[in-house]
């Protein structure tokens, strides 16, 4: 039986873990279980569909991006054709420059003429936005409280 070894982050501090890894288990541990830190595992003995639902494809037109200055989100959400207008807004474009200079493959969404890059303030951005705008709002910032 194999052993896979993760890092769980403890209200008392950081601690590695062993999990057994059993062929037919999904294991994962996540703080949204009743108990922070419990380690959930389910057996998959058959799955039992494996199509596509009529709702999957959920069209999309206009999307914010708050953040993602690196331009990953940009990149994969212009890959749905269905998007028209993708509006980026970072409030740092030395992360945008250095993402272009040396991670092309990864912010060439910026190249893509339906994407436009805004460098202010994303909340001050959203507060002046008309509600109804965007199909969709896309936050990808760290995170505020520093966790």
């Known amino acids: ?16 873990e062993c999990l057994s890894i059993i062929p037919g288990w999904y294991s994962d541990v996540s703080d949204l279980f009743p108990v922070p830190g419990e380690i959930m595992s389910i057996k998959i003995e058959k799955i039992l569909f494996r199509g596509r639902s009529k709702y999957q494809d959920i069209m999309i037109f206009q999307v914010l991006i708050v953040g993602g200055g690196m331009g990953f989100t940009l990149r994969e959400v212009l890959r749905y ?7 980026l807004v970072e409030i740092d474009d030395m992360v945008v420059n250095a993402s272009r200079k040396y991670f092309p493959d990864i912010a060439k969404g910026y190249e893509d003429p339906r994407a436009t890059l805004y460098v202010e303030d994303g909340n ?15 936050v990808d910032s760290s995170d505020p409280i520093g966790n």
Request: aromatic residues 6%; negative net charge; glycine residues 6%.
């Open 1 to 16: 039986m194999e052993k896979e070894c993760v890092s769980i982050e403890h209200s008392n501090g950081k601690e590695m």
């Open 81 to 87: 054709p269905s998007v028209e207008k993708v509006d």
């Open 124 to 138: 001050a951005f959203v507060k002046n936005t008309a509600p109804g705008t965007y199909d969709a709002i896309i």
